[in-house]
């Protein structure tokens, strides 16, 4: 497997990616979010499919688009009553807006396909390169706010009356939760992004809830899942965003049965 150099590329991307993506996810299960994650990676997909028009790459627009979305969803935080409902309807609009941008190039269909179900074999050499510098500015500023996240996610009154501003911390996870959205969909595409950020970490809530473990058991789950997709890939001829996703489906299953033999 290791003889073709694209396959090294993936396995290389997926590694960064999963070891940031599954401790995410983690925080976003915790502050009960998880939709706000996915809404994020179909803004990805709007922004991709808009660099069409504006001349950039495709990741450049997934950038702006899940960062843009990151601030305005931090910004607004518990503001909105029915928050689910507004997240879901826009949500909605991202993925019509990236399905119209892509009526007027009808030639970059092929290219929608891996935008929505990822397409981590085709990542060149550039690619990794960025989604590990990514990974990296991601992954040190998430351990420096990891202890303030953590309070005012569980402590948001508590975390006030200390002088955290929950408000700001909240808008500088969503905008690392965006990039990670963003490095995430080129590995599994804007409609599979909970595969990687949300599962590990569900999945890791039912097995402890210590932070430290819980971090490390998300970490765990999401490379697994993510190189144990791609390796059950190689050998099936299956898709990579199915086999990884079945491996998720499959650990959060496992996981939920454990939990409940161990509560009886």
């Known amino acids: 497997m290791f003889d073709y150099s694209f396959m090294r590329n993936a396995w290389l991307a997926t590694t960064f990616i999963a070891l940031l993506a599954g401790p995410i996810g983690y925080f976003l299960v915790l502050r009960g979010q998880s939709f706000a994650g996915h809404a994020l990676a179909h803004l990805g997909f709007t922004g991709a499919s808009a660099s069409l028009f504006l001349g950039v790459t495709p990741f450049s627009g997934a950038l702006i688009a899940t960062v843009a979305g990151g601030i305005i969803i931090g910004f607004l935080g518990n503001r909105l009553e029915h928050r689910d409902v507004v997240i879901g309807i826009v949500l909605s609009l991202a993925l019509g807006l990236g399905l119209l941008a892509l009526h007027f190039y009808t030639q970059f269909a092929t290219q929608a396909n891996s935008l929505l179900f990822g397409n981590v074999l085709a990542v060149s050499h550039t690619m990794v390169i960025r989604l590990i510098v990514l990974s990296c500015i991601c992954g040190v500023a998430f351990l420096l706010l ?3 996240l953590l309070l005012t996610t569980l402590q948001p009154d508590i975390a006030e009356t200390r002088g955290y501003p929950v408000a700001r911390y909240s808008m500088i ?83 939920r049965i454990y939990r409940a033999v161990s509560e009886h």
């Open 146 to 148: 990891a202890r303030p």
């Open 173 to 255: 996870f969503f905008v690392l939760c965006a990039l990670v959205t963003a490095a995430c969909s080129q590995i599994v595409g804007a409609l599979l992004v909970f595969t990687l950020m949300i599962a590990p970490g569900a999945a890791a809530l039912q097995l402890t809830c210590r932070l430290k473990q819980g971090l490390i058991l998300s970490a765990a789950m999401a490379l697994t899942y993510g190189l144990g997709g791609i390796s059950l890939s190689y050998y099936t001829d299956w898709p990579i965003s199915f086999t990884i996703t079945a491996l998720s489906s499959l650990g959060y299953t496992l996981t």
